[in-house]
């Protein structure tokens, strides 16, 4: 069956997010990382020792699903947390094993970019992320 031409802005655009999810996770697969663990070790890599609030509000995240990811990426050794002043904040930070794996997926996530823009050679994807992001940032404030 063809793709379905949804009538609501939401419906399309998680439409849009699972091709491109499904796209740079097939892409990232030999690093072992999926495209949503890569963007929060990438988050942590820039700013290491965010809490978990800071990385949700970065990422623009609900707090439960970051908690899961954040737990199975813990699992896998490539992050660490430090308690905060109050004992129910943690402060993330990658490990020497997180560093080795977004060193191991980079090159892989800069394919992905690459064959992602060849295949939207058509669309003007710098004015598409502007645009997205204009929206993140109007209704997350």
């Not at 490990?95 to 800069?110: D, N």
């Amino acid at each position: 069956m063809k793709p379905f031409r949804m009538p609501c802005y939401a419906g399309s655009i998680r439409q849009a997010s699972r091709i491109v999810t499904q796209m740079y996770d097939q892409a990232l697969k030999p690093s072992g990382v999926k495209i949503t663990q890569f963007g929060i070790l990438r988050l942590l890599s820039v700013q290491p020792g965010l809490t978990t609030g800071a990385m949700a509000s970065a990422l623009v995240m609900d707090s439960t699903t970051l908690t899961r990811t954040l737990k199975i990426i813990e699992e896998n050794g490539w992050i660490a947390a430090t308690a905060g002043e109050d004992r129910r904040e943690r402060h993330w930070t990658l490990t020497r094993a997180g560093e080795e794996r977004v060193q191991q997926a980079l090159p892989l996530w800069k394919q992905a970019q690459k064959e992602f823009a060849q295949l939207a050679s058509d669309v003007d994807l710098d004015g598409l992320t502007r645009a997205v992001f204009h929206l993140v940032q109007k209704t997350a404030a």
